[in-house]
Nanobody, 126 residues
């Protein structure tokens, strides 16, 4: 069992940066692929980024490539999403998720993930 808690969201001006953290408990995240998703008002949940259990492989949606960086510190059971050059359309609730090793967590499909956090609000003002 894995429990995930996101933090680091808030209000930021366009062009600014935020770093989201996802703290895991129960079972170490070392054995899981990890991902970030987001959901804006009136929109479906959208894939943002994923990272393999080893950290050797990462995946990004086209909309965030070059601006966002996913990383993990397995010793701290924590996954991060560094968000730079933020845009108003990045405004959403951001969710951390964990996938069993045999899931296709780099696919961008939310159904591949087994555990979800409660989300943290990111608002980017213009």
């Amino acid at each position: 069992q894995v429990q995930l808690v996101e933090s680091g969201g808030g209000l930021v001006q366009a062009g600014g940066s935020l770093r989201l953290s996802c703290a895991a408990s129960g079972r170490t995240v070392s054995s899981y692929g990890m991902g970030w998703f987001r959901q804006a008002p009136g929109k479906e949940r959208e894939f943002v980024a994923a990272i393999s259990w080893s950290g050797d492989n990462t995946w990004y949606s086209d909309s965030v490539k070059g601006r966002f960086t996913i990383s993990r510190d397995n010793a701290k059971n924590t996954v991060y999403l560094q968000m730079n050059s933020l845009k108003p359309d990045d405004t959403a609730v951001y969710y951390c998720a964990a996938a069993f090793y045999n899931r296709d967590y780099g696919s961008g499909r939310s159904g591949e993930y087994d555990y979800w956090g409660q989300g943290t609000q990111v608002t980017v003002s213009s």
